[in-house]
């Protein structure tokens, strides 16, 4: 217990999913918790969950592609709790699921808003609050960041930019002397409101094959990529920066 005791963790999409489970694991483990999501009634649940629980968490609504929503919540929350020492840019939306000739620009630049413009705006005002006393920013991409699966063209170009944007942003913060550390995790096939919810649309045709593509026959749970998380907020990951967790069940081991 206590690996991130007395941080100030902040983690968009929070209200359900990998968002949910990670701010109730690090609440468990001594952080102060900043969930933030479009969901507010979902997101007061959360923590009142986490109260109930006995940990310290707060919610506010933000909309991880507007930058002005970026620049107001990071002000709250140093203003509110004196630091932001972890962010977990987790907010993402799913694959249209259509062949890419059917692929409309506008679905293309919407999946593209949310899961790298938001990321992107999420470590340009991180490392901005960070960079004088230090801190650790998570980016949450996937699978779909390393390899190609077929009617995902958006969804795979955005968790790939993720990937490098990682890269990139650790490199710069070590070249510039910053102590902070950027890492991505990689999450596989999880039982999220977002693919199950996809699964369960599709059908037993959908469900069968996915999990026949999993070397364990089952998805991962949204508290097996929270303890990823955890482990790299925490300072046992302190030699750690642009580096990929992948936590997929050895799907990509294949």
């Not at 979902?42 to 609504?61: C, M, R, S």
């Not at 962010?87 to 630049?109: C, H, K, T, Y």
């Amino acid at each position: 217990m206590g690996r991130v005791a007395d941080k100030v963790v902040l983690i968009t999409g929070g209200a359900s999913g990998i968002g949910r489970a990670t701010a109730e694991l690090m609440a468990r483990e001594g952080a102060m918790v900043v969930l933030t999501d479009l969901q507010d009634q979902a997101g007061a649940e959360v923590v009142a969950a986490i109260a109930d629980a006995g940990g310290e968490a707060a919610y506010h609504h933000h909309d991880v592609t507007e930058e002005a929503d970026w620049v107001k919540i990071v002000e709250t929350v140093q203003s509110d709790h004196g630091a932001l020492d972890v962010l977990v840019n987790n907010a993402g939306i799913g694959s249209s699921g259509v062949p890419v000739d059917e692929l409309q620009l506008e679905s293309w630049r919407g999946t593209l808003s949310v899961n790298l413009d938001g990321v992107f705006l999420g470590v340009k005002h991180g490392v901005g609050a960070m960079k004088e006393s230090g801190g650790v920013i998570i980016n949450i991409s996937s699978v779909a960041g390393f390899i190609g699966l077929p009617n995902m063209a958006a969804y795979a170009a955005s968790k790939g930019g993720v990937r490098s944007l990682t890269k990139a942003v650790a490199i710069e913060c070590a070249a510039r002397g910053l102590k902070i550390r950027v890492n991505s995790v990689h999450p596989g096939f999880i039982d999220t409101p977002m693919v199950g919810g996809a699964i369960q649309r599709g059908g037993p045709e959908r469900r069968g094959p996915i999990l026949n593509s999993q070397p364990t026959g089952e998805m991962g749970r949204p508290e097996d990529i929270a303890e990823g998380i955890l482990y790299l907020a925490s300072d046992a990951a302190k030699f750690v920066t642009g580096s990929e967790m992948v936590i997929d069940g050895g799907y990509l081991a294949r």
